[in-house]
C-alpha cells in the first residue's frame, strides 16, 4: 500500500465514501491534483477491491478500504491532535508533518499516543478519530454548499487540506460558529454567510465556491 493509496482512501472518506458516492472533481479538488490522475488511481483502487465506481455516479469504499482507511484517518488525526495540543502547531500546519508521522506509526505507539492524549474523539478540525477498536460516531457529511438559503447551521468540521485551512483563517471561519446561509451566487460563485451572536463588527463572510464544498456542518 503506497502512501499515494492511503491518501485516496483517506480523502474517500472524509468525503462520506463509506455510505455515499463520492465524484472524481472532489477528489481532485481535495488532494489539489489533476482529474486525469484521480481516474487512473480510482481504476487501481477498484482492481485492488478498496473501493467501487458506478459509472456516471461516484466511488465509495469497499469493506477492505473502509478498514483502511479508518486506520490512517485514526493515525493521521491523532498526530494532528499531538501537534496542536502539545506543540502548539497551527491548524493550517499540522499536516505535512501530521502526513509524514502516520506512515511510520506502530500500532504500538499509536496506542500510547491515544493514552497520553486521553482518548480524543475529534481532531482539532472536528475530523472523527476511530478508537482502537474501529468505533466512532459518524462525520457530519452535509456541505455548507447544499444548505438552502435562510437556513442556520453549525460548522462542523473541514476537509484537511492546508490551502483550505488557511484561507478559513484568513476569513476567520471556524468549527463551532452559527451561520446563516444568505446566498448562494450561481456560476460558482461565493456563498454569502452571516454569523451568528458574533461581536465582530462585521459579521457577514463570503465563502468561495471551492471551500464551500470542503465545510461541513449540521443542524442548529
Same mark, same amino acid.
Given at each position: 500500500?503506497?502512501?499515494?493509496?492511503?491518501?485516496?482512501?483517506?480523502? =474517500?472518506?472524509?468525503?462520506?465514501?463509506?455510505?455515499?458516492?463520492?465524484?472524481?472533481?472532489? /477528489?481532485? %479538488?481535495? !488532494?489539489? =491534483?489533476?482529474? $486525469?490522475?484521480?481516474?487512473? %488511481?480510482?481504476?487501481?483502487?477498484?482492481?485492488?477491491?478498496?473501493?467501487?465506481?458506478?459509472?456516471?455516479?461516484? /466511488?465509495?469504499?469497499?469493506?477492505?478500504?473502509? @478498514?483502511?482507511?479508518?486506520? %490512517?484517518?485514526?493515525?493521521?488525526?491523532?498526530?494532528?491532535?499531538?501537534?496542536?495540543?502539545?506543540?502548539?502547531?497551527?491548524?493550517?500546519?499540522? &499536516?505535512? &508533518?501530521?502526513?509524514?508521522?502516520?506512515?511510520?506509526?506502530?500500532?504500538?505507539?499509536?496506542?500510547? !499516543?491515544?493514552?497520553?492524549? $486521553?482518548?480524543?474523539?475529534?481532531?482539532?478540525? $472536528?475530523?472523527?478519530?476511530?478508537? +482502537?477498536?474501529?468505533?466512532?460516531?459518524?462525520?457530519?457529511?452535509?456541505?455548507?454548499?447544499?444548505?438552502?438559503?435562510?437556513?442556520?447551521? #453549525? #460548522? &462542523?468540521? *473541514?476537509? &484537511?487540506?492546508?490551502?483550505?485551512?488557511?484561507?478559513?483563517?484568513?476569513?476567520?471561519?471556524?468549527? $463551532?460558529? +452559527?451561520?446563516? #446561509?444568505?446566498?448562494?451566487?450561481? *456560476?460558482?460563485?461565493?456563498?454569502?454567510?452571516?454569523?451568528?451572536?458574533?461581536?465582530?463588527?462585521?459579521?457577514?463572510? @463570503? =465563502?468561495?465556491?471551492?471551500?464551500?464544498?470542503?465545510? *461541513? #456542518? @449540521?443542524?442548529?
Amino acid at each position: 500500500m503506497t502512501p499515494m493509496k492511503e491518501d485516496y482512501l483517506k480523502i =474517500i472518506f472524509e468525503l462520506g465514501g463509506k455510505s455515499k458516492k463520492i465524484s472524481n472533481k472532489q /477528489i481532485a %479538488m481535495g !488532494l489539489n =491534483i489533476a482529474a $486525469g490522475s484521480v481516474t487512473e %488511481m480510482i481504476t487501481k483502487l477498484v482492481e485492488e477491491g478498496l473501493a467501487k465506481h458506478t459509472p456516471y455516479s461516484g /466511488i465509495s469504499l469497499t469493506d477492505n478500504g473502509i @478498514q483502511i482507511a479508518e486506520i %490512517m484517518v485514526r493515525k493521521h488525526r491523532m498526530w494532528e491532535t499531538f501537534l496542536v495540543e502539545k506543540l502548539s502547531y497551527k491548524l493550517s500546519e499540522v &499536516d505535512d &508533518d501530521a502526513e509524514v508521522l502516520e506512515h511510520v506509526t506502530s500500532e504500538k505507539l499509536l496506542d500510547s !499516543l491515544d493514552q497520553f492524549l $486521553g482518548y480524543p474523539t475529534h481532531c482539532p478540525h $472536528g475530523g472523527v478519530i476511530p478508537d +482502537k477498536e474501529g468505533n466512532y460516531q459518524e462525520d457530519s457529511h452535509t456541505l455548507l454548499a447544499d444548505v438552502k438559503e435562510g437556513s442556520t447551521v #453549525v #460548522v &462542523d468540521r *473541514f476537509i &484537511d487540506n492546508r490551502e483550505l485551512l488557511n484561507y478559513l483563517d484568513e476569513i476567520d471561519l471556524d468549527i $463551532g460558529d +452559527k451561520i446563516q #446561509v444568505i446566498h448562494h451566487a450561481p *456560476f460558482e460563485g461565493a456563498t454569502t454567510v452571516k454569523l451568528i451572536d458574533n461581536e465582530s463588527k462585521v459579521d457577514e463572510r @463570503q =465563502i468561495s465556491y471551492k471551500a464551500a464544498h470542503y465545510v *461541513f #456542518v @449540521q443542524d442548529d
